[in-house]
């Protein structure tokens, strides 16, 4: 039917002298033929936190030897870095590429920096998944595909801004 409309629309342009547009104009609830099997490449450019342990030396008087004597003390707190996450959607699977920053050094599975996805859902204006590094830690995707921000929640947390990428493209700009 599809067919038949544009094949109608070029020889209808060929009387009237109008070039007819190369593809036909998607409806907004189509979501550019992703829910026909189109894939989806993400990078997702941002910053993400882990948790850090530090331990440090602490000082104090001690009235009994009158000096000064060493105590250690261990510090928890988050340290904050750069980093870059990529997504793969194929229909209804999908994977994760995590840099070594946000995989804990206890994990299970994963296989070159890439992690399956679970309860993948693929809306119109949302992504939203998990994936299990381990049994403590099955961190979740939220990406809002109006504004391409991404947030992963987890032990090791990321937030950024994700772009498409499309195959066989070299150059950015």
Not at 42 to 58: F, H, I
Request: net charge negative; charged share 25%.
């Amino acid at each position: 039917m599809a067919g038949t409309r544009l094949k109608f629309c070029g020889i209808m342009a060929a009387i009237i002298g109008v070039s007819a547009p190369a593809t036909p104009v998607l409806s907004q609830d189509h979501d550019r033929g992703y829910y026909g099997g189109v894939d989806l490449h993400l990078v997702c450019y941002g910053e993400g936190a882990k948790p850090n342990v530090q331990t440090v030396p602490t000082f104090h008087w001690s009235r009994r030897h009158h000096e000064l004597e060493t105590d250690y003390a261990t510090i928890m707190s988050r340290r904050e870095f750069d980093s870059v996450v990529q997504i793969d959607i194929h229909g209804d699977d999908g994977h994760i590429w995590l840099p070594k920053k946000l995989i804990p050094p206890l994990h299970s599975g994963g296989q070159d920096g890439w992690w399956e996805l679970s309860d993948l859902n693929v809306g119109y204006s949302e992504i939203d998944a998990r994936y299990r590094l381990n049994g403590l830690n099955k961190p979740k995707i939220k990406i809002d595909r109006q504004s391409g921000h991404i947030s992963i929640n987890g032990i090791e947390d990321f937030r950024g801004t994700c772009e498409e990428h499309y195959a066989g493209e070299q150059r950015r700009f």
